[in-house]
């Protein structure tokens, strides 16, 4: 097991908060993240089976799927209930660091970083984990990397009619001027990626051919707003299929990336 160096209002907020195992599938906008998320890691994926690393893979939403996809994955996660939780999807999981992981060099032919990327605030740290993930990845094998994009707690905050508060205005004001949310309120400590900003980190690790697409898209938050603001489900709607369909859509659209609230970024080792 590798020592692991975890802000501790991250530990206490997955560890006592939340129950991150319920995010992607009691919304509609979780619901519409698993499935956009599903929908192009299958894209880019060998075919089964083949070796996959989960990087943060929390409680092991994204292992199961792949389990059952017939995928041999493996979870690193800070977090010790996740660890727990992560074991019983049928994938080996254990306590690690992104930065400091245990796999030897070239073992997997998958390595996805789907949550530390949010909670690495200094590039440095960042940098670190991105090139454990090329160590550990061989050669022509698939990353997949998910930031947070800055602009999403705009949306979200607008979406749950928050904004017309004082003090709301100046948490997201200072989330959209310096990119990092300083954990003392709701949301834990993170940082949050333009799209571009995410490219070049990924390109600099060492994967010049990556690329980045807007996991929920364009029209997430109307899907967060309608939940929040009739207390009814529209995880089976309409109104879901509309908004999926509006994600797919705006793939050919850079300039739609601002929009979405999670990002995907896409690449392979070079032989």
Do not use: C
Request: no cysteine; glycine share 8%.
């Amino acid at each position: 097991m590798t020592s692991v160096e975890v802000t501790p209002e991250i530990v206490r907020f997955y560890s006592e908060t939340v129950d991150e195992a319920d995010r992607l599938i009691s919304t509609a906008d979780g619901r519409l993240e698993m499935v956009r998320t599903q929908e192009l890691l299958r894209r880019h994926l060998p075919s089964p089976p083949a070796r996959v690393l989960d990087v943060g893979g929390g409680p092991g939403a994204h292992a199961r799927w792949l389990v059952e996809d017939g995928y041999d994955v493996h979870v690193v996660d800070p977090i010790t209930r996740h660890v727990e939780q992560a074991a019983a999807t049928g994938a080996t999981a254990e306590l690690g660091d992104a930065r400091r992981l245990t796999a030897d060099d070239g073992a997997y032919d998958v390595v996805l970083v789907l949550g530390p990327m949010y909670h690495l605030r200094q590039r440095a740290d960042r940098d670190r984990a991105l090139a454990e993930a090329r160590r550990v990845l061989r050669p022509g094998g698939f990353l997949a990397v998910a930031g947070i994009n800055r602009y999403a707690s705009l949306f979200e905050h607008a979406a749950y009619a928050h904004l017309h508060k004082e003090s709301m205005r100046e948490s997201i004001g200072t989330i959209l001027a310096t990119q990092i949310h300083d954990g003392k309120q709701a949301f834990t400590t993170a940082y949050f990626h333009t799209g571009e900003q995410l490219r070049e980190e990924v390109a600099a690790a060492g994967f010049p051919d990556a690329s980045v697409f807007g996991i929920e898209g364009p029209a997430w938050s109307l899907l967060a707003a309608a939940e929040r603001n009739t207390g009814q489900s529209f995880r089976e709607s309409s109104l879901f299929e509309s908004v999926l369909s509006a994600a797919r859509m705006a793939e050919p659209y850079p300039e739609l990336l601002a929009a979405s609230s999670h990002l995907l970024a896409v690449a392979r080792r070079p032989v």
